[in-house]
């Protein structure tokens, strides 16, 4: 059984409602819940994760319009609001719009590319997925860095709703070498031709494929793989490299503390240049 966003909110309400009127306090006891009776998702909240289809999930982010981060972040909510979560109906609560923002890194700053800026927003309300949330974000954010993005097969471009004429207008598929915008489009450019102003159906496709993998590591998390083991979970030799002179409690010689597992070398060359 499956329920639109107006009937979860309305079943969230009425029972948020009857809750604050079993009780002589001023607030409900549910502690999300405002003095009206209405559901809010709280800081540090976390939402029960049940296993997606990646197709349908990439399909919905595909004909969803506000950018890249919308897409992704918009499509699974709203996957999850529909699905047999035992917390769909406060997913349906989530205002996905909040996610407009990250067009082209961040409203066209070009920094995290927004398709990583919604996935982390999104496995950061999921409740623990067998201790694979974080793995989960790792692998995705390496998998964007490494891989020949959008996906182009036949299969995927039909099961996304597009078609072969569209595929003219993406030109070449790229390597983005990192989680940030400026990168993934910089190289897709040079790849395809095209330019910035071209990107459309480019980034489409691009928050499409991401949705499905996010989804495919999700359903794996969920089943109980260790996502952590992955390869693509785990930061390149580089910048594993750079990691052992620039650490997070101790460095080598007068090298800087550095919290990071994205690719190094994409704008860091060398101490020499």
């Known amino acids: 059984m499956t329920i639109n966003r107006r009937q979860a909110l309305s079943q969230i309400i009425g029972i948020s409602t009857a809750a604050a009127g079993a009780t002589l306090m001023g607030t409900s006891a549910f502690a999300a819940t ?4 209405n559901y809010k998702l709280e800081l540090g909240e976390k939402l029960k994760y049940v296993p997606l289809d990646p197709m349908a999930t990439a399909k919905l982010a595909y004909e969803t319009g506000g950018g890249c981060m919308h897409q992704v972040f918009h499509a699974l909510v709203t996957m999850l609001a529909n699905s047999e979560s035992a917390d769909a109906a406060k997913f349906a609560t989530i205002p996905t719009a909040l996610a407009g923002y990250g067009w082209a890194g961040i409203v066209g700053q070009g920094t995290v590319c927004g398709n990583n800026n ?15 949330n974080a ?3 790792g692998a995705s954010f390496r998998y964007y860095e490494v891989t020949e993005l959008p996906f182009s097969s036949d299969e995927f471009v039909a099961g996304i709703g597009s078609t072969a004429e569209k595929t003219a ?7 983005a070498n990192s989680i ?13 031709g095209f330019t910035f102003s071209q990107k459309g159906e480019r980034c489409k496709r691009l928050s499409a494929s991401v949705a499905y993998h996010v989804v495919e590591l999700l359903n794996r998390a969920y089943k109980g793989e260790d996502i952590s083991a992955l390869p ?14 620039h650490g997070v409690e101790s460095t080598m010689g007068s090298a800087a503390s550095v919290k990071s597992d994205m690719e190094c070398t994409t704008c860091h060359t060398g101490h020499f240049n």
């Open 135 to 137: 793995a989960v974000i």
């Open 232 to 245: 693509e979970s785990k930061p390149s030799s580089e910048a594993q490299a750079c990691q052992s002179c």
């Open 169 to 175: 207008l993406v030109g070449k598929s790229s390597v």
């Open 34 to 37: 405002d003095e009206q009776g």
């Open 180 to 192: 940030l915008c400026h990168s993934s489009i910089s190289n897709w450019s040079k790849a395809s």
């Open 118 to 132: 919604a996935t982390g927003m999104l496995v950061n309300i999921l409740d623990d997925i067998n201790g694979q």
